[in-house]
């Protein structure tokens, strides 16, 4: 099935076709990319940059990446923050409950609620492309008009119904991450022994 991608969303998300349907095509407007200066950034990565393995499923004690953003428009009274794989669409983390100020998500960091991806878990699911192949992720962050009120585990369809026609502002991050080889461990090479 093709999917008919905003202009804005491509113009967003930068080189490559967008080949899945993301979030804030289905739930905000052109209108609302960067409004009032709003910003999604990483100190781990610049917009368009690899992903380290360490934020993927190459290795064993991977998290989530760290994200920092700017402070959302005046009346913003939530932030959400939607992950999603550009080539296939899989949702990768679905966190709300994020104060509407300037703030950050560190390395590592349990958010304050989280929703299912697309494994079915309540976690950052770890980038695991096929070996040789490059997937791009759309870090995705909503500022929200009004307060939230679905419980944790919620699904992406239950998030993007409650979200809907209350997108004050979207700002985009993206990055790419090739499938590895996962090489293993070897204690006897790296100790002599």
């Given at each position: 099935m093709s999917t008919v991608v905003p202009d804005w969303?491509?113009?967003?998300?930068g080189e490559g076709e967008v080949k899945a349907e993301l979030t804030?095509?289905?739930v905000a407007e052109e209108k609302a990319?960067?409004?009032s200066g709003f910003s999604l950034t990483s100190p781990a990565f610049k917009h368009g940059g690899e992903l380290d393995p360490s934020f993927t499923?190459?290795?064993d004690d991977a998290v989530a990446p760290p994200l920092e953003?700017?402070?959302?428009p005046p009346g913003s009274q939530e932030l959400v923050l939607v992950v999603e794989d550009i080539e296939r669409g899989d949702v990768h983390w679905l966190v709300w409950g994020?104060?509407?100020?300037k703030g950050a998500l560190f390395e590592g960091e349990v958010p304050p609620r989280t929703g299912k991806n697309a494994k079915g878990n309540s976690e950052w699911?770890?980038?695991d492309p096929p070996l040789g192949v490059q997937h791009r992720y759309a870090f995705q962050l909503f500022a929200l008009d009004l307060p939230l009120t679905l419980m944790p585990g919620a699904t992406h369809e239950d998030l993007i119904k409650t979200m809907a026609n209350h997108v004050t502002a979207v700002a985009i991050l993206t990055a790419c991450f090739e499938g590895h080889e996962v090489e293993e461990w070897d204690a006897e090479d790296e100790f002599d022994i």
């Open positions: 969303i491509q113009k967003a998300v804030a095509a289905r990319l960067a409004r499923a190459c290795e953003w700017t402070a959302p994020l104060k509407a100020q699911l770890l980038p």
